[in-house]
């Protein structure tokens, strides 16, 4: 046989079983949520915050954390698109192409993924004590918001590369600034990309757990400011999982699948608007 061919079907061998082994991975984690999580479900544990004992196995729900959940991921992902837009239409319109400057941003960008998100709870904690903060929705908010803005930033930035440069030309030539043809030209064309950015960090703020371990604390109730605590689902499944208690440890499981709900329907609404939009992009 050919090396050639050879070396391709050892390739495409290893491929295929790669991708069944993630998708066997995939599947498994489901149907554990689902057979140890469905039947602990039911509607009094989605529109409910716990009551007294809810974590020894008596009454309540979760409804304190999925609201606290998404107003933390909310919250956080708008400050993140605030400030990561600005910087990556900088990169890619304002500054010179392949400067120091923009090869050490997108350089520290790409060290601050990799960064564990527990080092950024540590960070907001630490910042909290600084500002006289305690553990609060607000803390919760800051410490997420430094974990999903590098994700953010580097995601749009590959996307708003990918524009045609010759978009940009002919802006220039109608007598657009760069202010006008960045939020006019290049925003319009990346914006499946921009949106699906956004959304997959919004998925990624409501699934972490460590970086709001410290700095959004946890209650029973729904907070009502932002300088109250939060309850999260992650956390709602650790502490469930931690206790010795079989009904409340199936809970957790039942909270798993709210939450990969929650992340999923976000996934699907990424892939129906990106759908939906790109049909307007120049290809």
């Known amino acids: 046989m050919n090396k050639r061919i050879l070396e391709e079907t050892v390739m495409r061998t290893l491929m295929k079983l790669s991708t069944l082994l993630i998708l066997s991975v995939l599947v498994i984690i489901l149907i554990t949520i ?18 007294g004992g809810f974590y020894l196995g008596k009454e309540g729900g979760i409804l304190n954390a999925i609201i606290g959940s998404l107003y933390l991921a909310g919250g956080s992902t708008l400050i993140a698109v605030c400030l990561g837009l600005p910087i990556v239409l900088y990169l890619n319109i304002f500054a010179r192409p392949c400067s120091r400057l923009v090869r050490f941003i997108r350089f520290s ?3 601050l993924w990799g960064i564990p998100s527990i080092v950024y709870g540590a960070f907001g904690f630490t910042l909290m004590l600084f500002l006289g ?11 997420v918001t430094f974990l999903i ?4 930033c580097r995601t749009m930035d590959e996307v708003i590369r990918m524009v045609p440069r010759e978009l940009l030309h002919a802006s220039y030539a109608l007598g657009a600034t760069r202010f006008e043809t960045a939020f006019t030209v290049v925003v319009r064309q990346a914006l499946p990309g921009i949106m699906t950015a956004v959304l997959l960090s919004l998925g990624r703020g409501i699934g972490d757990a460590a970086s709001v371990l410290f700095t959004a604390g946890f209650t029973d ?23 010795p208690f ?23 609404t990424s892939r129906a608007l990106t759908g939906r939009y790109t049909k307007h992009t120049i290809k």
């Open 221 to 243: 109730h729904i907070p009502d400011s932002l300088l109250r605590p939060a309850a999260t689902l992650p956390l709602v499944i650790f502490f469930q999982l931690s206790t």
């Open 34 to 51: 689902l057979v140890k999580g469905l039947p602990a479900l039911d509607l009094a544990m989605i529109t409910q915050s716990p009551k």
């Open 133 to 143: 903060l305690r553990a609060s929705l607000l803390g919760g908010i800051i410490a």
């Open 109 to 111: 960008l790409d060290v």
């Open 246 to 268: 079989p009904e409340v440890q199936n809970r957790a499981y039942a909270s798993a699948l709210v939450l990969t709900v929650i992340i999923l329907a976000i996934c699907l």
């Open 149 to 152: 803005l590098p994700i953010m």
